[in-house]
């Protein structure tokens, strides 16, 4: 069966592209769904995007802006694309509300919690000395993240301790209506969300599975779940 996952992207003013890198596009497509390409279009246009496919992956980027969690800009605060945002949140609104799976990724995690009404940290380099800006391969798990037990991405891993890469410097603050944290750094800080509703397949980590699914076994699990809800949500 044809699962189309809808991958958002990011756009380069400079050079006029929409951008997805390769790592994204290559593990949906190796865990059986057939990835499609997501322009940050105007946000009128989510309905007609939320219909077209089957699953959604918000992928990582650049910074979202603070104004969605109702906070000024503070010292440390990245680059904000508003076109991105502004499909963005329009998009992980209808995720939370309907019934298909989405895996979001790094600024993924922090779009689904804060179109959910959570927050996050605009800049976690103030608030931790562990360091989440490795210096290592992207495929080098390189800091713990602690499953809780009681969680679906448990369920997923049977893992209570994984390895991870980490390239974030923002991350969770308030979880979001409707989701719960399942997954922390040493630091406390929150690397795991899901979505409570049993109906649901709402799954976000703030670090990058795409980047070891051909070498790293709780990534391969993650994405084939993730697959493998899609198509099984289909059937039904
Ligand atoms: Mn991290």
Redesign the pocket.
């Known amino acids: 069966m044809v699962c189309i996952i809808g991958i958002t992207s990011s756009f380069n003013e400079g050079n006029s592209q929409h951008h997805v890198a390769d790592p994204y596009v290559t593990a949906v497509y190796q865990a059986g769904g057939l990835p499609f390409l997501l322009p940050s279009l105007d946000p009128t246009q989510v309905e007609d995007v939320y219909a077209a496919c089957d699953g959604f992956l918000f992928s990582g980027g650049v910074d979202v802006d603070p104004y969605y969690f109702g906070e000024e800009p503070q010292q440390g605060l990245g680059e904000i694309d508003p076109q991105r945002d502004a499909f963005e949140i329009a998009l992980a609104r209808l995720v939370l509300q309907g019934r298909k799976p989405a895996l979001a990724i790094c600024r993924g995690i922090q779009v689904v919690n804060i179109a959910a009404g959570g927050s996050i940290y605009q800049d976690i380099t103030t608030i931790t000395s ?1 360091c ?1 800006s490795q210096q290592a391969p992207r495929y080098h798990g390189s ?1 713990t ?1 602690e499953i809780a037990e009681d969680s679906r991405l448990y369920q997923i891993l049977k893992n209570k301790d994984i390895r ?1 890469n ?1 390239f ?1 410097h923002q ?1 969770v603050n308030l979880v979001g209506k409707g989701l719960k944290a399942c997954g922390w ?1 040493k630091d406390g ?1 929150i ?1 795991a969300v899901e979505i409570q509703h049993k109906e649901q397949w709402i799954l976000g980590v ?2 990058h599975p795409e980047c070891c699914y051909a070498i790293d076994s709780s990534a391969h699990k993650l994405f084939q779940s993730f697959i493998r809800e899609v198509k099984s949500r289909k059937e039904r």
């Open positions: 562990l989440h800091h993240v991870v980490s974030h991350a750094s800080l690397e703030q670090w």
